[in-house]
């Protein structure tokens, strides 16, 4: 029986998202399969983060591309965008503390992406008087990935309804991010 690798992934990315210290023992139960066929996939943790890693840059790269960052204003482009992540946020919660996806020479690429396309939006939002200009384009994609992060582990732990969960990313970023005459 083949194993359907993109099930693996995402029960992995569901557990590690909730529990971010689950045992490959853990992750095997929660997809479903043994051990040993986890590890026929995975060598190890390492690689299972590194393909998690890999899903995360490819499904924000979709919910980047579906937002559609070039049309209406940069604030409806951010509202669209933070509704477009939401159903990943998740999975970027436990990438986001993952420190070896960040260290040294191996880093993925994936992510200087990400970065540019957010703070190409910020910049738009700058250039067009909506966003403060005292405020870099790069430290508000990072402001927005920890209030994603934030949202995230809060909508899990139950300390916020998962209804509110645009309404919070979205209000708090743009409150600190707006103008002010």
Request: proline share 1%.
């Amino acid at each position: 029986m083949a194993v359907d690798r993109e099930h693996v992934l995402r029960s992995a990315a569901a557990l590690l998202t909730r529990k971010s210290t689950a045992t490959m023992d853990e992750v095997a139960r929660a997809a479903g399969i043994s051990r040993a066929t986890l590890h026929r996939q995975f060598a190890g943790r390492d690689a299972l983060v590194r393909a998690l890693e890999a899903l995360g840059i490819e499904e924000c790269e979709a919910a980047l591309d579906a937002t559609r960052l070039d049309e209406g204003t940069a604030q409806e482009a951010l509202r669209r965008l933070v509704k477009e992540l939401e159903r990943v946020a998740g999975l970027l919660a436990f990438l986001y503390t993952e420190n070896q996806l960040f260290e040294g020479e191996g880093q993925n690429e994936g992510w200087a992406r990400l970065d540019a396309r957010m703070a190409a939006l910020f910049r738009r939002g700058q250039e067009g008087g909506e966003f403060r200009i005292d405020l870099s384009p790069a430290w508000l994609t990072e402001a927005l990935y920890g209030l994603m992060a934030s949202g995230a582990w809060a909508v899990t732990e139950g300390r916020v309804a998962a209804k509110d969960f645009h309404y919070m990313i979205v209000e708090l970023l743009l409150g600190g991010a707006l103008r002010r005459e």
